[in-house]
């Protein structure tokens, strides 16, 4: 079946800009994470969705950082004023829900890289 | 607070020999462990689990890692390199509370040599 997609592949910036990242889970997955892969800082966590519900935001390194999502499927991360450090691959997962599964396991897309001029 | 650590950054072994990653975590509640690989330009992908029932987890790929509680570690083996298994590896914790974060060591780079 379809894995997670992410879109664009590939997304080059003047400082700045706005930029919105699109994440497509899993059909049937109602839990969807961000995560953020640079150099400088490895994989670190940003956000998670539980439905349309974000209880864990914790990982959102500013408040030009912000991602929603709708209908319980697609989100879209979105960073306000580009910087160059926001430059890095952004990667989205998903998974059912512990009740559903029983299990616990994430689905990470192949990734947005973002690089910021 | 919840973290891993893996030990060296690159790991380089050759072909036909044993693969040991290294990974210590540290967790206030029992843990959920897992080990990623991920290959160049692409995602993560899942190579095995620990949930807390046996404690030697056997995954994809011929890859196996053992929980030692004594040592608070989740250390990921293959007893014969292969060519493709070149990758980066990354080990993460999350808690045993359902759908959590996950937290990522800083990964290792496996070499192999022909």
């Known amino acids: 079946g379809a894995g997670v997609s992410q879109s664009p592949s590939n997304k080059v910036t003047e400082k700045g800009k706005d930029v919105e990242l699109r994440c497509d889970p899993i059909s049937g997955h109602t839990a969807l994470y961000w995560y953020r892969q640079s150099l400088g800082q490895g994989l670190e966590f940003l956000i998670y969705f539980q439905g349309n519900s974000a209880p864990d935001k914790s990982g959102l390194p500013s408040d030009r950082f912000s991602a929603e999502r709708t209908g319980g499927s697609v989100s879209t991360l979105t960073i306000q004023r580009t910087q160059q450090e926001d430059s890095a691959v952004y990667l989205c997962a998903s998974s059912l829900a512990w009740a559903t599964s029983g299990t616990y396991e994430q689905y990470f897309g192949p990734g947005t890289r973002l690089t910021v001029t | 607070a919840q973290s891993v650590t893996q030990l060296g950054s690159h790991v380089s072994v050759s072909e036909g020999a044993l693969v040991l990653l290294r990974c210590n975590y540290s967790?206030?509640?029992?843990?959920?462990l897992f080990w990623y690989v991920q290959y160049p330009n692409q995602g993560l992908q899942l190579l095995l689990k620990y949930t807390s029932a046996a404690t030697l987890v056997k995954g994809i790929n011929g890859f196996e890692a053992e929980f030692k509680k004594s040592e608070t570690s989740f250390h990921l083996t293959k007893p014969s390199a292969h060519m493709s298994d070149a990758a980066e590896y990354f080990c993460a914790v999350s808690s045993n509370f359902g759908n959590e974060k996950l937290t990522f060591g800083t990964g290792t780079r496996l070499t192999i040599i022909p």
């Open positions: 967790s206030s509640v029992p843990p959920y």
